[in-house]
């Protein structure tokens, strides 16, 4: 089959495209890396992966199939960052969706259900790699079963993330950290790290993982 993996170009995914595009390879597959939709050509599949923005009708239109990872329980928390969001609200527990992209966001029917399984402690560079792996198999496994797989309607009540901002990694000066920590473990060092203000100043915080020592 002739395969396509779309990802916006400042995607983190992009990292992790060359795994899945050699493990496609090896099952016998030509595969094409893309980094915007205008560059999709015909094919068979189109796998719509750390896309920041909608995708038009007609590059649907150019593939049999057009699948998208999201990291919820659709039709629950469609949208923006939603691994992000569920690690602030104190879930490890991750549910994540395989499922046909649709012109409306987050709407197509689902395939796969999984989750991922955080222990709490992890940092962002830990959870993308964890969130990564994941799609990576659910890719995998609708390649391999996209003769017999039949996805079904999403059902019930759909609810919606935002899109995440710089602001959001704002530290409140006065909790402790113990009562943060989640914000810090989702923080982006380089793109969007946390930060508080006093006195009006702004001051710049970057977490790492120390040794146990």
Same mark, same amino acid.
């Given at each position: 089959m002739n395969i396509t993996i779309l990802t916006s170009k400042n995607s983190w995914l992009n990292d992790y495209n060359k795994s899945l595009a050699g493990s496609l390879i090896e099952l016998g597959h030509s595969v094409n890396i893309i980094h915007k939709q205008e560059e999709m050509k015909k094919g068979d599949i189109a796998f719509l992966l750390g896309c920041f923005e909608l995708i038009k009708k007609d590059t649907l239109n150019l593939n049999k199939h057009n699948i998208v990872v999201h990291e919820s329980a659709l039709p629950e928390g469609k949208g923006w960052s939603p691994i992000t969001w569920q690690i602030l609200e104190g879930k490890n527990v991750i549910p994540i969706t395989l499922f046909e992209a649709a012109e409306e966001m987050d709407a197509g029917p689902i395939y796969f259900k999984?989750?991922?399984?955080?222990?709490?402690?992890?940092?962002?560079?830990?959870?993308?790699?964890?969130?990564?792996?994941?799609?990576?198999?659910l890719c995998l496994s609708f390649v391999k079963s996209i003769d017999s797989i039949n996805g079904h309607p999403q059902s019930g009540e759909s609810t919606f993330y935002r899109r995440r901002r710089p602001e959001d990694s704002e530290l409140d000066i006065n909790k402790?950290?113990?009562?943060?920590?989640?914000?810090?473990?989702?923080?982006?060092?380089?793109?969007?790290?946390?930060?508080?203000?006093?006195?009006?100043? &702004?001051?710049?915080? &970057?977490?790492? &993982?120390?040794?146990?020592?």
């Open positions: 999984d989750e991922i399984n955080l222990n709490g402690m992890e940092l962002v560079d830990e959870i993308r790699e964890q969130q990564a792996n994941k799609t990576i198999e402790p950290i113990k009562e943060q920590f989640n914000l810090l473990r989702v923080v982006d060092n380089e793109n969007y790290p946390a930060f508080f203000k006093m006195n009006g100043v &702004k001051y710049i915080l &970057k977490i790492y &993982k120390g040794s146990n020592e």
